[in-house]
């Protein structure tokens, strides 16, 4: 009697092999996709929370004021509601660009605003190689201003846009209120 496999016992072994190797790709590459969306909700997630946060510091800091039609302009850009602060009577406020960076912007020429003195990015989506984010909205962050001009809304998408086919377009969607103090 010999010992060994018989050709029936290494076909019956290769068809299984080959069923089951499919299905183990197949769990590991979902497995990755999922990782990879996963990751890049919370790289959105994390930027959205960041920005809301400051936003709604420096409001509730140092704005006294909802200036409904100030001319506040970022090259392109036109007027539009913004604030203004206790500290050297500043006009400040917060857009978005075509590309889709959002801006904190604020000039100390009061009570004349023509243009932005101070801009900076909180959403850079040019820069931003590893998850691509950008916002969706363009033009002015604040959505609608309350009778008594204490309170805003403030509200901006961001969006993760993929650079591969592995995942899938992921977007928050951020919509709060904040009330100026006293």
């Not at 010992?3 to 197949?26: D, Q, R, W």
């Not at 998408?157 to 919509?175: H, N, R």
Request: proline letters at 4%.
């Amino acid at each position: 009697m010999k010992k060994g496999f018989t050709i029936i016992e290494l076909v019956v072994s290769m068809g299984i092999f080959a069923m089951l190797v499919p299905l183990l790709f197949l769990v590991f590459f979902s497995t990755i996709t999922l990782y990879t969306q996963n990751s890049a909700l919370q790289k959105v997630k994390n930027q959205g929370d960041y920005m809301r946060t400051t936003i709604i510091n420096k409001i509730r800091n140092t704005a006294t004021g909802i200036i409904p039609d100030c001319q506040l302009t970022i090259s392109e850009m036109g007027g539009s509601p913004c604030f203004q602060s206790t500290i050297d009577k500043i006009y400040f406020g917060y857009k978005t660009d075509s590309s889709g960076n959002i801006y904190y912007y604020e000039n100390n020429n009061y009570p004349t605003v023509t243009s932005a003195t101070n801009i900076s990015l909180l959403l850079d989506a040019a820069t931003n190689t590893d998850f691509p984010l950008r916002s969706r909205n363009v033009g002015n962050l604040i959505t609608h201003v309350t009778p008594n001009n204490r309170t805003v809304i403030l509200s901006y998408i961001i969006d993760f846009v993929p650079k591969t086919k592995i995942s899938v377009a992921q977007s928050l969607s951020y919509t709060f209120y904040v009330t100026l103090r006293q």
